[in-house]
């Protein structure tokens, strides 16, 4: 049975760092592209970022390139979201998903984690 499951969500200032953590399991790892999505209350939910199975392709959206960065240790199974230079507008629950293969969208990812909250806020 796969399972993502995510952690490092918490409040945190208007520019301040925070790294997400997606732990998975019950799948092989080198076979998984795996995305971060999030959803502000009253909004849909939205791409962030993504990176291929063996690490050698990220995307980002405009709204967190250059801010955001998404990796992978094989060694723990695990794929990290460490965000930079918060703002208040990326308060939302923070998604990590698993596809086999790379998207940007949402529709073909089979696996989800159940979300993590992140408040950015003075």
């Known amino acids: 049975q796969v399972r993502l499951v995510e952690s490092g969500g918490g409040l945190v200032q208007p520019g301040g760092s925070m790294r997400l953590s997606c732990a998975t399991s019950g799948i092989a790892f080198r076979d998984i592209g795996v995305g971060w999505f999030r959803q502000a209350p009253g909004k849909e939910r939205e791409f962030v970022a993504a990176?291929?199975?063996?690490?050698?392709?990220?995307n980002y959206s405009d709204a967190v390139k250059g801010r955001f960065t998404i990796s992978r240790d094989s060694a723990d199974n695990t794929v990290y979201l460490q965000m930079n230079g918060l703002k208040p507008e990326d308060t939302a629950v923070y998604y990590c998903?698993?596809?086999?293969?790379?998207?940007?969208?949402?529709?073909?990812?089979?696996?989800w984690g159940q979300g993590t909250q992140v408040t950015v806020s003075s």
């Open positions: 998903a698993a596809l086999k293969g790379f998207s940007s969208s949402i529709r073909p990812y089979d696996y």
């Open positions: 990176i291929a199975p063996n690490g050698m392709l990220e």
